[in-house]
């Protein structure tokens, strides 16, 4: 339904319970990004009709989030279209809405299961998907938008209150923290003061990261995984001409897909959990795979479904260890590229016009002629290099150490205590059933945590198929919950059926019982 967002605010329909005068359960979901809209969506299906669900999103576009909001169709995801379904008992759901678009939406790829797609379509999907649960009878009176930005969240004696900005309040009984990713932590320098001028970008999905950059001059990324791939693509899209340089620690690139689906290498009777055999078992494994031509490929993606109880069972000296020393060449193998991406990779790097060094930044001299030369010391050699740049990108990835991280909303929690950082610097501290610790460890029964922010306890929470199966687990512990307090027989989960094409609109923000929401969200 396409809502014109300067219009009146369409009357809500009351649940039931509460024209009863029963008291309405509610969850309010912080974050309305593919995290917590998945949620939010097996919430609606599981708990008891009556229960509210409060979506809440500060930026203008609802089940999208950073990652399916970008407007360029070469940006693909980075897993195939197969894969990618919201519903785990629906495998084939995307691509059967793939299938349903007209041919002209398609951007002229034909839709399959090894298939990679570009990622906006994802994102219309799932914003699809939300528009097809707002027509199933009685949701509208289940599930609130509300677009604002949360500051505080306060337990009390019951529930939470939400505050959020232009003084409004959400009540709720429980809160879940879907707040995705935040932008990468700039490398530590003796002088920072280059990072407060206009020649840093340090959000390389801003709106202005690109934005009147002469064509022809040179441009300094630091990192080299996927998000620095994605930003070279934006830079040879607007026909960037000149100089790339890509710096990272160890320049370390992620590599390929297989060309076809890899070949399964045969299920092992046991996994190691110790890291050091692990390594060696996965390093043996690969080397059979390679050698009987079957590739590496099907010996990561075997122990892809173990990931979480390997991470879980593993000590946590083991944990840090990989942190520091085998992340960089798991993260290469594991989050790989699509074929065409790859190859514009390959093609811009023979070219000579993109460049990976491998090496640590020490400082930054500003020179008279405008450019900026970034000092670093180099991973193999001694003494000082330096790569000249007229603008410097931070593509290094999310910063993911709560401790140092700005946002209101986060350093509020951890003023308060109710939450605090994981001990691996990966996130926010969770208990296996996503329930949010305080500074003192207790497990909160108000507060929980679904998506990135719990990578502490999870590890793998930044793929779809990972962060699908949390949002089923999550939303069938707070629909438990919910059921336990109102009495309420359990939910039969269902599937919406495959999204008729068309654009994909949101519907119109609603008002809320304790406040005056305003104007609705664009359409």
Wanted: proline fraction near 10%; aromatic fraction near 6%.
């Amino acid at each position: 339904m396409s809502v014109d967002p300067g219009g009146p605010v369409p009357e809500q329909a009351v649940p039931p319970d509460a024209a009863a005068g029963a008291p309405v359960p509610s969850v309010a979901i912080v974050g309305a990004g593919f995290s917590g809209t998945l949620l939010a969506l097996h919430l609606l299906r599981r708990a008891p009709p009556a229960t509210r669900v409060v979506l809440v999103e500060r930026n203008t576009q609802f089940g999208r989030g950073p990652a399916y909001s970008t407007g360029n169709s070469s940006h693909l995801l980075n897993v195939p279209a197969g894969r990618m379904s919201a519903f785990h008992n629906s495998p084939g759901d995307f691509l059967a809405w793939l299938g349903s678009l007209p041919e002209a939406d398609l951007c002229g790829i034909e839709p399959g299961p090894g298939t990679f797609v570009p990622r906006r379509m994802f994102g219309r999907y799932i914003r699809q998907l939300v528009n097809n649960e707002l027509k199933v009878p009685g949701r509208r009176a289940q599930l609130e938008l509300v677009r604002g930005d949360v500051t505080n969240i306060a337990v009390h004696a019951g529930g939470v209150s939400l505050t959020l900005d232009r003084d409004r309040t959400i009540e709720a009984d429980r809160a879940v923290l879907a707040i995705g990713n935040f932008p990468p932590a700039p490398p530590p320098v003796a002088d920072p003061s280059f990072y407060d001028t206009d020649q840093y970008r340090a959000d390389p999905w801003g709106p202005e990261t690109l934005e009147g950059l002469d064509p022809d001059a040179p441009v300094l990324l630091v990192g080299t995984g996927l998000t620095m791939v994605d930003t070279v693509i934006s830079l040879l899209d607007q026909e960037h001409r000149g100089p790339i340089t890509a710096l990272s620690r160890r320049g370390l690139l992620p590599h390929r897909h297989a060309p076809a689906p890899p070949v399964a290498w045969p299920e092992a009777d046991s996994i190691p959990t110790r890291l050091n055999q692990l390594a060696r078992t996965l390093r043996g494994n690969a080397e059979a795979a390679v050698s009987a031509g079957c590739g590496w490929h099907g010996v990561i993606d075997e122990i892809r479904p173990v990931t979480t109880d390997l991470w879980q069972t593993m000590s946590l000296s083991d944990r840090q260890r990989f942190l520091r020393h085998l992340r960089p060449w798991w993260d290469v193998h594991r989050h790989r590229l699509a074929g065409p991406v790859a190859d514009r990779i390959d093609a811009v790097r023979r070219s000579g016009q993109l460049r990976i060094r491998a090496g640590r930044i020490r400082g930054y001299e500003r020179r008279p002629d405008g450019l900026v030369d970034v000092c670093f010391r180099p991973r193999f050699g001694d003494g000082t290099d330096r790569v000249e740049a007229l603008r410097v990108i931070n593509c290094a990835g999310p910063d993911a150490d709560y401790s140092r991280i700005r946002d209101p909303l986060v350093r509020d929690l951890l003023r308060q205590g109710l939450v605090r950082p994981d001990p691996l610097c990966l996130g926010l501290d969770v208990t296996a059933k996503c329930a949010l610790r305080g500074r003192d460890g207790a497990i909160s029964r108000r507060l929980f945590a679904v998506g990135p922010v719990t990578k502490g306890a999870f590890w793998e929470m930044t793929a779809v198929p990972d962060i699908r199966q949390q949002a089923e687990f999550l939303a069938e512990q707070l629909a438990s919950l919910v059921r336990a307090r109102s009495g309420a027989p359990a939910a039969s989960p269902s599937v919406s059926p495959v999204a008729a094409p068309g654009p994909a609109a949101m519907p119109v923000e609603r008002p809320l019982a304790t406040a005056d929401l305003g104007s609705a969200p664009a359409a």
